[in-house]
Structures are given as structure tokens and as C-alpha cells.
T-cell receptor
Framework: DTGVSQDPRHKITKRGQNVTFRCDPISEHNRLYWYRQTLGQGPEFLTYFQNEAQLEKSRLLSDRFSAERPKGSFSTLEIQRTEQGDSAMYLC?????????????FGEGSWLTVV | KNEVEQSPQNLTAQEGEFITINCSYSVGISALHWLQQHPGGGIVSLFMLSSGKKKHGRLIATINIQEKHSSLHITASHPRDSAVYICAVMEYGNKLVFGAGTILRVKS
């Protein structure tokens, strides 16, 4: 297994367009997280899944944002009608079934630039 | 007030210096992570702590659950240690909450 992978790594889009990011977690990791990070800031929580169930969504996740994990494996994060303020890196992470002994693994991130 | 506060925000050190980065949190947690992020975005987990102290090479992490405080120490710092160091806490609801990060630059 090659770890958490994200696609695309970089996306430049015009304001108003829709974009979709994909995350493939480590096999058999049932927890999957999405975070957003802007320059100079730590990652901010967006949402997370346990298997296919979306357990929590941040207030940062406006109605233009939607995330899915239909079969409990890969996940997609879609941003509709992009705005310049959406420019950021979108990080995906996964972990095994949660216990205090399990760590979390991060993807390389998907950079979004809205022009 | 953020749930996770780190200090300092920026740190410049000379090669060989002993470095300490601090993290305080205000929520109940099941574990605390120290993470390293290099330019380009990739994040690597350095430590996961729920109590006491852990050591890996030149890195040492400690946590005081009662005081809700953790520290990351780097001994004999080297320019390759230059990165952003992020403290993140795993809340009991199983959500990872991040600090803003400490930008470390080690000069040779």
C-alpha cells in the first residue's frame, strides 16, 4: 500500500466553476478526514467519515461544499461555484478504527487556486 | 480562543541549539499528535502521545494531561529540521483539531 493518495495535486480554476477532489485512503482504514489549510495556518477540520457515514461537518463546510464516501473506500470533496476564498490546500487523512493507539496518515494535499 | 494554542509561532535557531515548541489545549482529549509539515504540504506524524514522554532520535515529546500541555523538543538542531511543526489533539469525539503550527528555521 502506498499511503493516502489525493488527486489532482494541483487545480487552477476560474471563479464560478465546480471542482472535485478525490482521496484514496489506506486500505481498511475506516476513518477518513478532510481538512483545509491556507498559507501560514494549521489545517482546519472540514468533515470526517467512518466507513460511508459522514459523522461530522464543520460550519466551514458551506452548502457549496459536499463530501461523499459512497462505498466506504475513496472519498470525493466537491466545491460548487468556486470563489477566490476557496483557494487553499485540501488535505485528506485516514486512520484505522479509532483507539488511542492508532495514528493518522495524511495525503500530500490538493492545491486549489481560484482565479 | 482556539482549542489548540502553539508557541512560538515562528522560531529561528542556530544549528546545534536545543529547541522547544509548546502546545496547550482546552478540550478533553484521547491523544495528542506532533506533526511535521515540509514545504509542498506533506504531513508526517512524529509522535502520538496519551501520557508521559516519547523519544525518537533527536526528538522528544512530553505531555502533561492534568495541565493540558505538551512540548516538543529537538536536541542538536540541524538545518534539515526546518519545517512547520503542528500540534493536533484527538478529541473524544474522534475529531483531530490542529494548532496553527510553529515555523522553525534552523540556520547553519
Amino acid at each position: 500500500d502506498t499511503g493516502v493518495s489525493q488527486d489532482p495535486r494541483h487545480k487552477i480554476t476560474k471563479r464560478g466553476q465546480n471542482v472535485t477532489f478525490r482521496c484514496d485512503p489506506i486500505s481498511e482504514h475506516n476513518r477518513l478526514y478532510w481538512y483545509r489549510q491556507t498559507l501560514g495556518q494549521g489545517p482546519e477540520f472540514l468533515t470526517y467519515f467512518q466507513n460511508e457515514a459522514q459523522l461530522e461537518k464543520s460550519r466551514l463546510l458551506s452548502d457549496r461544499f459536499s463530501a461523499e464516501r459512497p462505498k466506504g473506500s475513496f472519498s470525493t470533496l466537491e466545491i460548487q461555484r468556486t470563489e477566490q476564498g476557496d483557494s487553499a490546500m485540501y488535505l485528506c487523512a485516514s486512520s484505522p478504527r479509532l483507539s488511542s493507539g492508532n495514528t493518522i496518515y495524511f495525503g500530500e494535499g490538493s492545491w486549489l487556486t481560484v482565479v | 480562543k482556539n482549542e489548540v494554542e502553539q508557541s512560538p509561532q515562528n522560531l529561528t535557531a542556530q544549528e546545534g541549539e536545543f529547541i522547544t515548541i509548546n502546545c496547550s489545549y482546552s478540550v478533553g482529549i484521547s491523544a495528542l499528535h506532533w506533526l511535521q509539515q515540509h514545504p509542498g504540504g506533506g504531513i508526517v506524524s512524529l509522535f502520538m502521545l496519551s501520557s508521559g514522554k516519547k523519544k525518537h532520535g533527536r526528538l522528544i515529546a512530553t505531555i502533561n494531561i492534568q495541565e493540558k500541555h505538551s512540548s516538543l523538543h529537538i536536541t542538536a538542531s540541524h538545518p534539515r529540521d526546518s519545517a512547520v511543526y503542528i500540534c493536533a489533539v484527538m478529541e473524544y469525539g474522534n475529531k483531530l483539531v490542529f494548532g496553527a503550527g510553529t515555523i522553525l528555521r534552523v540556520k547553519s
